[in-house]
């Protein structure tokens, strides 16, 4: 089913923005389950998944006015969701990314099961959904914004400001992680005639949503406090006063706010006292940009302090995202009203994505490989040997000039695993 089937009616937004409160809560009705199903895939985490619910739909409250045609409105929550997600502080996103650049073919074999007999393969599908929760930062966006709510390639690209090329590389590059992942598990269209196929992720996408369910009592508590919140009167009250971080409102002390009496919330609401002069709230810097610069072979999430919250994204080299993927000198920015409000520069090169290599020579008896690693360089406590899957110490390896020796090579089949500082491995089969 298309999801943006499942939304509410043009005319409803628009008594919204005229400030009905039973329209807002007949949206955030329709759409909050999917805003947490996407704030708990990035974060992994019920609590701060409910935050951002909350966060989205205040914003919601607060911008809607702003939405000139109300048709939009489906795309413009889902950049709202991404904004708010990618720039949440609290959370810590799980990221695993194994994937290039590279173009990938789906799964050739036209013989393929249907995806209903996919998914009931529970190896299968339990590969798919780990393989799906794991992916970068980047690629998780596109994959949710695709497969799960179905936006077009021009509406991702244009939802997360990254050019038409780049939506279709990712999107190249989760089905290749995808297809790595399930022929790790020894999953191929061989064995299993599946194609990884556009029904296939919506469908997979899909069911991984109905495993994370905000229950009905938790989502009434949300749209009970938004309705009741002071900081979502006084937006509604005073639309023009920024409130970020703080309540930037000229508010005389202990001033009573009463509602619209066609309101669907009766009850008034006395606002906490503040004071009477405008609080202005200066725009936000980066104070401190830090990461793990341990070699790695998996993206990097930067960890960037600012002095405030009053800024709308955070960006790498213009893209609204937290991590780095590859080596290399970064931009980051902060970004207010389109605005660039600060930024600082760094230098990156702690990533390691390739395996070791060498070359060898091949004697009657002995196998001698002359190993090198471009980047995190060898390391010596990961070596293992076997010979026909037994683990055996029949061999030499000379750490000064990374020189591996096996002796008595020929009536076994010996393999030897030997990673970087980095964790590729480089596995050998000798026969």
């Known amino acids: 089913m298309d999801k943006r089937m499942n939304k509410v009616e043009e005319d409803t937004i628009v008594k919204a923005q005229a400030g009905d409160t039973d329209a807002f809560s007949e949206i955030y009705k329709v759409y909050y389950n999917r805003v947490y199903f996407i704030a708990y895939q990035y974060y992994r985490d019920s609590e701060t998944a409910k935050d951002i619910v909350q966060e989205v739909f205040i914003r919601v409250y607060r911008k809607i006015k702003q939405l000139k045609e109300p048709v939009t409105f489906n795309a413009w929550l889902g950049k709202v969701t991404y904004s708010i997600c990618v720039n949440h502080k609290r959370g810590k996103l799980k990221t695993i990314d194994l994937g290039d650049t590279m173009d990938i073919e789906d799964f050739g074999d036209h013989n393929h099961v249907s995806v209903e007999e996919v998914l009931e393969n529970q190896r299968i599908k339990e590969t798919i959904f780990e393989s799906l929760e794991t992916m970068s930062a980047p690629l998780k966006s596109v994959g949710l914004l695709r497969y799960y709510q179905e936006f077009s390639i021009n509406e991702i690209a244009d939802i997360l400001d990254i050019p038409h090329g780049t939506v279709t590389s990712r999107i190249n590059r989760i089905k290749k992680i995808l297809k790595v992942d399930l022929e790790n598990k020894g999953i191929t269209p061989k064995n299993y005639m599946l194609v990884i196929s556009p029904s296939l992720l919506c469908a997979a996408y899909q069911e991984l949503s109905n495993k994370y369910v905000l229950n009905q009592a938790s989502s009434n508590n949300i749209l009970d406090s938004i309705l009741h919140s002071p900081k979502l009167l006084l937006a509604g009250l005073f639309p023009k006063i920024a ?115 060498g070359t060898y020579k091949q004697s009657e008896n002995t196998f001698t490989y002359h190993l090198n690693d471009d980047l995190s360089q060898i390391d010596p406590t990961s070596i293992r040997f076997y010979k026909d899957g037994v683990p055996s110490e029949e061999y030499h390896y000379n750490v000064e000039d990374n020189v591996l020796t096996i002796l008595s090579v020929g009536d076994t089949i010996d393999t030897f695993f030997i990673s970087d500082q980095a964790g590729n491995e480089l596995e050998i089969i000798i026969k």
Do not use: F
Not at 250 to 268: E, F, P, W, Y
Not at 278 to 303: C, G
Not at 329 to 347: A, F, H, S
């Open 243 to 357: 409130t970020v971080g703080v309540l930037s409102a000229a508010i005389t002390t202990g001033m009573l706010l009463t509602r619209d009496t066609s309101s669907s919330v009766s009850a008034d609401v006395i606002a906490p006292p503040y004071s009477r002069e405008m609080m202005i709230v200066e725009t936000a810097k980066i104070e401190e940009i830090s990461y793990d610069k341990n070699w790695t072979n998996k993206a990097i999430k930067l960890n960037i302090t600012t002095s405030n919250d009053n800024y709308d994204q955070i960006t790498i080299n213009d893209e609204v995202t937290d991590m780095i993927s590859e080596n290399g000198n970064y931009k980051i920015q902060l970004r207010k009203d389109g605005k660039v409000i600060d930024e600082k520069r760094i230098k990156v090169s702690n990533i390691d994505i390739h395996s070791p290599n």
